[in-house]
């Protein structure tokens, strides 16, 4: 086989391989379910409805975050499980920017048996100058 030709094959191998997850195309990717808005309208009410987590880092927490909201940075759970409900099947609301580490905080949830536990989409976030609300059918 000449030079050529084993050069083409390579490539041509190499083009079919999978990309990797981070580098597909996001739009590929399932959108999260949204959260009912009547369910986060309760909370904003003062309603204990769900547990609310943010996965962003303590820096970015300080800086404003949802009302009630509990920081639990995605990469240091272990030191948090006192904030998680007793009832591993009650809501458990995880966020962040843009939700990859609230996905990544929700599977390590999983894993401990909260099976309540969902990603609040950042569309569903309203990201102000030093507090995040959430956006409703109806607005804020």
Avoid: W
Wanted: charged residues 20%; aromatic residues 6%; proline residues 7%.
């Amino acid at each position: 086989m000449t030079r050529h030709a084993l050069f083409s094959l390579c490539l041509l191998c190499c083009l079919a391989l999978p990309l990797p997850a981070a580098a597909q195309d996001s739009a590929s990717a399932p959108a999260r379910p949204a959260i009912d808005s009547e369910l986060l309208s309760a909370y904003a009410a003062g309603q204990p409805v769900f547990t609310l987590l943010d996965a962003r880092s303590p820096d970015e927490f300080a800086g404003g975050h949802v009302a009630g909201a509990v920081n639990v940075p995605h990469d240091d759970l272990g030191a948090h499980l006192a904030v998680l409900p007793e009832d591993k099947s009650a809501p458990v609301l995880v966020y962040c920017r843009s939700g990859r580490r609230a996905g990544l905080l929700v599977s390590e949830l999983a894993e401990l048996g909260y099976t309540g536990a969902r990603v609040l989409p950042s569309e569903q976030l309203d990201y102000g100058e030093d507090e995040i609300t959430f956006i409703t059918d109806g607005g804020h």
